[in-house]
């Protein structure tokens, strides 16, 4: 497996080249935790078609942004991941999604949102030419999670995955993340696999905004 084959050669400082995978330091102070994100559908709106819009035109879920700026200033490590099948089955090209990926970054910069990394996954096995890899952050894998704990010492027991199919809850579940599901995008409506969230959102900015002042316990729906 090629865990960078989705990156477009990106360096290594880019939050969308998560790198290699080297052992976490220990560190003293408050245990290091993520939230993993699913981009479209729970971040931005898709195109009715499921692909990804051009970045001028992209459709942010109402007070997300303003959530995930309130969980990066509460000291939590924030990733996006997702599988951009639209890519992988040639309804979008690499370059497109390369577009819309640096425009994404350049727009959470400047809204002082700090990205750690970006783990969303344009390959696919059954994809096509050039896309038919078989990528460890391909959900529901948990390559992306694991790749964290590694590298930045994410405790995944601490840490949340936030979604709205299935297929990226159950990624969390298998690695031992709290889940929240949200009711925009598919609303965990794709019936792929059975998961139980601890948390159910309207959107995500209700459960991000409860995150971020939250050191260890969400019992209530957003």
């Known amino acids: 497996m090629n865990p960078t084959s989705n990156y477009l ?30 981009l479209l559908g729970t971040i931005v709106q898709p195109l009715d078609n499921g692909g990804f819009p051009k970045i001028e035109d992209a459709v942010f879920y ?27 089955f040639g309804r979008q090209t690499a370059e497109e999604w390369k577009e819309f990926s640096e425009g994404l ?24 030419k050039g896309q038919n890899n078989d990528s460890v952050y391909l959900l529901p894998g948990t ?8 590298s930045d010492g994410v405790q995944l027991s601490l840490s949340w995955v936030i979604g709205d199919s299935s297929v990226e809850l159950v990624a969390g579940w298998r690695a031992d993340c709290r889940l929240v599901a949200v009711q925009t995008g598919q609303g965990v409506k794709d019936g792929a696999f059975h998961v139980e969230p601890e948390l159910v959102s309207r959107t995500a900015a209700g459960a991000l905004k409860e995150i971020a002042q939250d050191y260890t316990m969400l019992r209530r729906v957003a």
């Open 62 to 88: 109402e007070g997300v942004l303003d959530g995930l700026f309130k969980v990066t200033q509460s000291g939590w490590n924030l990733y996006l991941m997702g599988n951009i099948d639209s890519v992988a």
């Open 143 to 150: 390559g992306a999670m694991h790749h964290a704990a590694q």
């Open 105 to 128: 970054h350049a727009k959470l910069r400047s809204l002082g949102i700090k990205l750690k990394r970006d783990y969303c996954c344009i390959d696919h096995p059954e994809g096509i």
């Open 9 to 38: 050669g990106a360096s290594h400082e880019d939050p969308q080249n998560p790198g290699p995978t080297p052992q976490a330091k220990p560190s003293w102070g408050p245990p290091s935790r993520g939230v993993f994100v699913d």
